[in-house]
């Protein structure tokens, strides 16, 4: 299965996660403890002021009779006292001081005496709890607007005195603190991301650098090699990858060079052998009938055998890292050129936009690549049904087409690897097929990167196998 | 009449077979098995062509190649172990007319000397003199000379130059020179003609390094001016 996230966005959202975290439980204390401190102490002298009130009326109503006082007591013994006049109930009402301009109510004698408040304002339930003489106090709506409802009895049961302070500067004052901490969450969460993708980078940085040289490698660099070596984290790691590498190129030259020296040794023999074989088929004529078979069979193979050695030869001398030349030249020409001399028959087909292109080729490279691919096709495809040079592309596009089977989509990468003639059905092929392609398609593979262009193997609409081949042009 | 062949080799199954596919095709062979013997071979009987091996056991074929320059002009055919090494060139700078890669086959072999025997063949050139600038070119005779005074160029040396002369200043690309002076088609090795026309330079020109009469048409190939 696929990560959806890369390791270094993993790092980061890590790193996010944990200061989003950290910061809102911060922010969710602070805002704890803030707001019911701030709370408190808006209760507790909400209270204080309404005692104070409380007993600022009490004083105006009874005047000094303690025994009235504290509340809680049997009705009958305040019942000695005479009702004070509405209008100066009022009156005292009205005078009360207050701090932060609260409402007031006074239920005294069965009415209800307000400042900048109603009736109704304080809940039925409350109004009750002070009128038995308990205080209370609770956060209440009036009028649309938060307020801090406190309650304490006066002087008679029956007898309560409310006042409604305002919570809206508190209220506000929290949500300043809340938009505040929540701000404050929000950016080092922020921040975190960006720490986090700061020390993923700097932490990945030697991965980049890994996979990039992997991927060299890979594509053939063998001298390609990490420089992290003396990292005390990833030292381990760069000497190993390294050590791989440097095994592998040892491997690969190695193999070359063996490859070379021989074919290199085999090249007299195969002179030797060549040179008496023509001289041989040259006075075919002189020879009795009975031996003339095998001669041809010998000389058929011969020729295969010494196909063999030159293209061992090119190879080796590619993995031994040979320059070669390069020089302007017509791509059509050199196309029609080898392809028509490979086949025997005029086979090569110019677009007009091609004609004239030219790149900066090595002539002898470029001929092997058409040749190998036209001479494929005539062994073993069922003949070459046709090259095509057009341009597009990186500059110019070649096909090469033929009438065989075509080749299978899995073997379509392998049949470029040296003697890779693809897997499937290894028993469904002709004896032609086996004759081997061996190193050609390899060859053809190599020589066309090193004319930075690409091939392809595909189907042909007709059927049977196109080879693509895209090469870069000066003049595109 | 069978031409005569100088085969240098130290390889004595090579020259073995070499001689008998070689006299097979109508030649003469001659045998050297290293460059000394090479050079007193020459100067005893003076072959039409010399196949020239570059590894020698006693000194390298380059060596050997500019001694035998020293005296004669005969044909030079090397013979390198890889087309794309520096030995091409190098071999082509000490002096060769013509290379062919190991494993070779006396046909092929055939071929090429062939082509490097062939005289200026009569009737291509529209005439038998040409004067470019100070140089006067005598096709019959196969001499060119300045101011009066023969210049010793090898006889492929002069077919290149007669085939630029008979072009009458046009540009001349490198893969005609190669078909009518080597016999090679399109896939020719065109260093061939670039050492060849150096080595024409320092013969024919006064000033080598900035030539007036053999000038490079930039990625098209050659011409002779006056």
């Known amino acids: 299965m696929r990560q959806r996230f890369g390791l270094r966005d993993r790092v980061m959202l890590a790193y996010g996660l944990l200061a989003l975290g950290l910061s809102g439980v911060l922010a969710l204390v602070t805002f704890g403890v803030v707001s019911n401190y701030l709370t408190d102490q808006r209760t507790s002298s909400a209270i204080v002021e309404t005692s104070d009130n409380a007993a600022t009326l009490h004083y105006g109503l009874y005047g000094l009779t303690p025994e009235c006082m504290p509340v809680r007591r049997e009705e009958t013994e305040c019942a000695t006292s005479v009702a004070v006049p509405p209008a100066k109930v009022a009156k005292l009402v009205e005078r009360l001081p207050s701090t932060d301009s609260a409402a007031m109510l006074l239920g005294y004698n069965g009415s209800w005496y307000t400042v900048s408040a109603n009736e109704g304002d304080v809940p039925a339930d409350m109004v009750a709890t002070a009128r038995s003489g308990i205080e209370v106090h609770r956060r209440i709506e009036v009028g649309g607007e938060q307020v801090l409802a406190v309650g304490v009895a006066v002087g008679k049961p029956g007898e309560a005195f409310f006042e409604l302070h305002p919570l809206t500067r508190l209220d506000s004052t929290l949500r300043t603190l809340k938009l505040t901490l929540i701000l404050a969450a929000i950016v080092t969460a922020l921040l975190g991301l960006a720490v986090g993708r700061l020390a993923s980078t700097v932490a990945l940085r030697p991965l980049a650098e890994l996979t990039q040289v992997a991927a060299a490698v890979a594509r053939g660099r063998l001298d390609a090699r990490l420089q992290a070596e003396n990292d005390p984290d990833l030292g381990g790691l760069a000497r190993s990858f390294n050590q791989t590498a440097a095994a592998l190129e040892k491997r690969v030259v190695a193999d070359a060079r063996f490859a070379g020296d021989i074919s290199h040794e085999l090249r007299t023999p195969l002179m030797t052998m060549m040179n008496s074989m023509q001289l041989i088929q040259n006075h075919r004529a002189e020879l009795p009938g009975a031996v003339r078979e095998p001669v041809e069979l010998l000389g058929d193979d011969l020729d295969r055998f010494r196909r063999l050695v030159v293209d061992l030869l090119e190879i080796s001398r590619d993995d031994g890292g040979d320059q070669g030349t390069r020089e302007t030249v017509r791509i059509a020409d050199l196309v029609r050129a080898a392809a028509d001399a490979t086949a025997g028959r005029e086979i090569t087909d110019v677009s007009p936009d091609a004609a004239e292109l030219t790149m900066e080729a090595d002539k002898r490279r470029l001929e092997r690549v058409i040749a190998n691919l036209v001479d494929n096709a005539e062994q073993h495809a069922g003949g070459c049904k046709g090259v095509t040079v057009r341009a597009g592309g990186k500059g110019v596009i070649v096909y090469v087409d033929d009438a065989g089977p075509g080749i299978p989509a899995a073997d379509r990468d392998r049949i470029f690897e040296r003697f890779g003639r693809g897997e499937t059905s290894p028993d469904s092929r002709t004896d032609a097929q086996r004759g081997g392609i061996g190193l050609g398609l390899a060859i053809v593979a190599r020589h066309v990167e090193w004319h930075h262009g690409t091939i392809q193997a595909k189907e042909r609409p007709e059927g049977g196998a196109r080879f693509i081949i895209e090469l870069p042009t000066q003049n595109h | ?226």
């Open chain 2, 1 to 226: 009449m069978a031409h005569s062949l100088l085969l240098v080799d130290d390889e004595p199954r090579i020259r073995r077979v070499l001689r008998l596919a070689l006299e097979d095709e109508g030649y003469e062979i001659f045998e050297a098995a290293n460059g000394l013997d090479a050079l007193s071979a020459l100067r005893r009987e003076p072959p039409d062509v010399v196949l020239l091996d570059l590894m020698l056991p006693d000194r390298d074929g380059f060596t050997v190649c500019r001694e035998i320059r020293r005296t004669s002009d005969v044909p030079v055919i090397m013979v390198t172990a890889r087309t794309d090494s520096h030995d091409v060139v190098a071999g082509l700078e000490a002096g060769a007319d013509d290379y062919v890669t190991k494993p070779l086959v006396a046909k092929e072999l055939s071929a090429r000397i062939r082509a490097l025997l062939r005289r200026v063949e009569p009737g291509t050139p529209v005439q038998e003199q040409f004067v470019v600038g100070d140089l006067e070119i005598d096709v019959p005779a196969a001499e060119v000379a300045r101011d009066g005074a023969v210049l010793p160029l090898t006889r492929t040396e002069f077919k290149l130059l007669v085939e630029l002369a008979s072009l009458e200043g046009r540009v001349c690309s490198r893969e005609h020179l190669l078909s009518k002076v080597w016999g090679y088609g399109y896939f020719g090795d065109s260093r061939i003609v670039d050492v060849h026309i150096r080595r024409l330079r320092l013969k024919i020109e006064r000033d080598p390094a900035s030539p007036k009469h053999l000038v490079t048409a930039r990625g098209l190939g050659y011409r002779l001016v006056s």
